[in-house]
């Protein structure tokens, strides 16, 4: 689904949800069914930061090559402890 942009001479610009290449020229205006041009504008697009850009590069690079573990990572190895809260669930 892609948005396309009309504008009522009446009531002023609106937005419509079509499917991609079905936008006609002219579209009825939801609030007074007058007909309404399709206006062209820049489209919504933004800068992602260069960390969500790398993640995005990574997980797309997973999908072809996934990287092969070979062992366990490395760590403490320390045990963790309980919740407090299960020391409190009822016991068969």
């Given amino acids: ?3 396309y942009e009309y504008l009522c001479s009446r009531c002023g610009p609106f937005d ?9 020229r ?6 007074c069914a007058h007909d309404a041009r ?11 930061s260069d960390a969500a850009a790398a993640l995005r590069a990574r997980e797309e690079q997973s999908r072809e090559a996934p990287a092969v573990v070979s062992g366990l990572p490395s760590g ?7 919740h407090p809260a299960l020391s ?3 016991r068969p």
Avoid: D, E, Q
């Avoid at 002219?26 to 609030?31: E, K, L, M, Q, T």
């Avoid at 399709?38 to 992602?48: H, K, M, N, Q, W």
């Avoid at 403490?76 to 309980?82: E, M, Q, T």
């Fill in 1 to 3: 689904m892609a948005t």
């Fill in 16 to 24: 419509v949800k079509l499917a991609i290449g079905t936008a006609p």
């Fill in 26 to 31: 002219i579209y009825g205006c939801p609030a």
């Fill in 38 to 48: 399709r206006v062209f504008s820049a489209p919504g697009l933004s800068r992602t």
């Fill in 76 to 82: 403490s190895g320390a045990r963790r402890r309980p």
């Fill in 88 to 90: 409190r669930l009822p």
